[in-house]
């Protein structure tokens, strides 16, 4: 993988992350990094789904593997929120 290959993924990671925040339920307590480690994630197995039902290879924005995206990492933000927040304790 070369720079710009990193680079983009980050960039990818963190936009598909912030997304995932945005629709996951609740307050989720974790940093940015553990969301762009989610979005990345999200990322590759959003584009994996969407292969695997023919749905990844259209014409201009594939609007169906963005929502397949954003839908996986809004369920790994809630689960890492769950995982590694703070918690309050009573």
Do not use: C, Y
């Not at 695997?52 to 954003?70: P, R």
């Amino acid at each position: 993988m070369t720079v710009t290959g990193i680079i983009t993924a980050i960039i990818v990671g963190l936009i598909i992350g912030l997304l995932g925040r945005l629709f996951a339920p609740g307050r989720q307590n974790i940093s940015l990094v553990v969301t762009i480690i989610v979005g990345i994630l999200a990322a590759l197995l959003g584009t994996w789904v969407a292969s695997m039902l023919n749905l990844a290879e259209t014409n201009g924005i594939d609007w169906i593997e963005l929502i397949i995206q954003v839908a996986i990492a809004a369920l790994g933000v809630t689960i890492a929120a769950n995982m590694l927040g703070s918690r309050r304790r009573a």
